[in-house]
T-cell receptor, first 113, second 117 residues
Framework: DTGVSQDPRHKITKRGQNVTFRCDPI?????LYWYRQTLGQGPEFLTY????????KSRLLSDRFSAERPKGSFSTLEIQRTEQGDSAMYLC???????????FGEGSRLTVL | AQTVTQSQPEMSVQEAETVTLSCTYD???????LFWYKQPPSRQMILVIR??????QNATENRFSVNFQKAAKSFSLKISDSQLGDAAMYFC??????????????FGTGTRLKVLA
């Protein structure tokens, strides 16, 4: 078990470009979460998957953001037409069914110039 | 709405000493979980300790223990015999099930712990 992995670890892009982040959760975990974290703040919930179904999206997630989890395995988070305010660390986490520990990836840091 | 408040943006502790990090939360639920997570610099967040709301006994994990006061909605973390490796951001988190059947975590803003040699 290699834990939750995220790719890329760091992305620098120009305003207006599209970016996509990938998360590979722990294989037996059917719950997957995306969070956004800015400097000095705690993680803010973006969206949640149970298997391949996206069950909840935060109001923070504008129309420019889309997330998928095809086949209930890896997940992608795409940001279209990036803005400077999108600069943040994007964290992926997964857990098993039942109330339990969230396992986090190391995050994907986005810098929008 | 559920909220989690960490009122100490930063704390310092001398190596080998004890420090307590504070967390309060607001909820109308009776069944939930509380967690403390540690985020070392440039590293992933890891679980430190968890507490089930239905358990009266405070959780303990080696040098880490909590003081869970359900009526006061308080959940503090005590770190005993502090070590240099304890230096990190610490986040308090509240986990609950929603009426729509999903499960959510709400995180506090964090407390940065510095350990002085």
């Amino acid at each position: 078990d290699t834990g939750v992995s995220q790719d890329p670890r760091h992305k620098i892009t120009k305003r207006g470009q599209n970016v996509t982040f990938r998360c590979d959760p722990i294989s037996e975990h059917n719950r997957l979460y995306w969070y956004r974290q800015t400097l000095g703040q705690g993680p803010e919930f973006l969206t949640y998957f149970q298997n391949e179904a996206q069950l909840e999206k935060s109001r923070l997630l504008s129309d420019r953001f889309s997330a998928e989890r095809p086949k209930g395995s890896f997940s992608t988070l795409e940001i279209q037409r990036t803005e400077q305010g999108d600069s943040a660390m994007y964290l992926c986490a997964s857990r098993q069914e039942g109330a339990g520990e969230l396992f986090f990836g190391e995050g994907s840091r986005l810098t929008v110039l | 709405a559920q909220t989690v408040t960490q009122s100490q943006p930063e704390m310092s502790v001398q190596e080998a000493e004890t420090v307590t990090l504070s967390c309060t939360y607001d909820t109308s639920e009776s069944d939930y979980y509380l967690f403390w997570y540690k985020q070392p610099p440039s590293r992933q967040m890891i679980l430190v300790i968890r507490q089930e709301a239905y358990k009266q006994q405070n959780a303990t994990e080696n040098r880490f223990s909590v003081n869970f006061q359900k009526a006061a909605k308080s959940f503090s973390l005590k770190i005993s015999d502090s070590q240099l490796g304890d230096a990190a951001m610490y986040f308090c988190a509240y986990f609950f099930g929603t009426t729509s059947g999903t499960y959510k975590y709400i995180f506090g803003t964090g407390t940065r712990l510095k350990v002085l040699a």
